[in-house]
């Protein structure tokens, strides 16, 4: 909870482990690395912020939930071709969209198909709305009234 944390501890040594593993695996698919120069804790299960650029849509390092700091990035031309890729994977627990122009907010969240879609922003809740993936990265919604209703006979 300290502010002045940039990045926080990974949760376990078996998560650090599928992190580090995921990590060899953007090498070995021949993805280009940035990891910057950082001194890390001694104590705990921590892991360097992790870009791979020069990545293939069908790279597993884009395909499958690492849970980790590591990012595949993707270019692309136009907003068709981003939303195929975006969706092109059979996970979607969240998406982030980042533009000055409101209609393509509205264009590109009505069309992604993931959990929760951030605009402009990535990671902040309202307790108010649901929160679930989308495909294999969940099933139902908590929070919110979504995730209240199933808890609920309105009926009696």
Known sequence: MDKNTDIGAINSKSQLETILKYIQIGKKEGSDIYQPVCRLPKKGFWCPPTLFTDVAQSNRIVQEEIFGPVLAILTFRTDDEVIEKANNTPFGLSAGVWTDKGSRIFNMTRRLRAGVIWANTFNKFDAASPFGGYKESG?????????????LNINA
């Open 139 to 151: 099933f139902g919604r908590e929070g919110g009234l979504h995730g209240l209703l199933p808890y």
